[in-house]
């Protein structure tokens, strides 16, 4: 089992608490427990952190290792189409545009990705079970069985000490 972080939980981290110039520790634990393959995401998240053209997308393009960045599989492909089937349930009524931006985005990838190959899910995300504009990360995995943890668990799940 693996943690796969969520693109807001570095982007928070970087911008609000954990800054490169501040908390090097913490960088250098995520790059330790990346290294070990505790720690993954997934290409789409990748992707979308080397658009912002900051101090993180450098960090993500020099320092951070693409292998911790998966390519979704088959077993993914399968669990992503069971997530569009999930996100179309007449009972969660979502938007079309809800539904929509979700699976174009890379939450619904890490979800899937997460659920075919049993790892947790790490968001700065909160649920919201009863919002129908759009498709929270912890209501996603809630509904697949998808377990998932705030990064403030993930340091003390990984044992973090700075």
């Given at each position: 089992m693996?943690?796969?972080?969520?693109?807001?939980?570095?982007i928070t981290a970087k911008r609000d608490h954990y800054r490169f110039t501040t908390f090097p520790c913490y960088?250098?634990?995520l790059l330790q427990r990346a290294s070990n393959g505790a720690l993954r995401s997934v290409d789409s998240?990748?992707?979308?952190?080397l658009n912002k053209e900051d101090d993180l997308s450098q960090w993500?393009?020099?320092?951070?290792?693409?292998v911790m960045?998966?390519?979704?599989?088959?077993?993914?492909?399968v669990a992503l189409s069971q997530l569009g089937i999930w996100t179309m349930d007449?009972?969660?009524?979502?938007t079309p545009a809800a539904r929509a931006e979700f699976l174009n985005v890379a939450d619904s990838v890490l979800i899937a990705h997460a659920l075919a190959h049993e790892h947790t899910v790490v968001t700065h995300e909160k649920p919201e079970p009863q919002r129908i504009s759009k498709v929270?990360?912890?209501?996603a995995?809630?509904?697949?069985?998808?377990?998932?943890?705030?990064?403030?668990a993930l340091l003390e799940e990984l044992g973090a000490r700075f």
């Open positions: 693996a943690y796969l972080l969520d693109a807001n939980v570095l960088w250098d634990f998240v990748r992707k979308e952190l993500v393009e020099s320092t951070c290792p693409k960045f998966e390519t979704p599989d088959g077993a993914t492909g007449p009972q969660r009524k979502y929270k990360v912890p209501d995995c809630s509904a697949m069985g998808v377990r998932w943890i705030d990064p403030y």
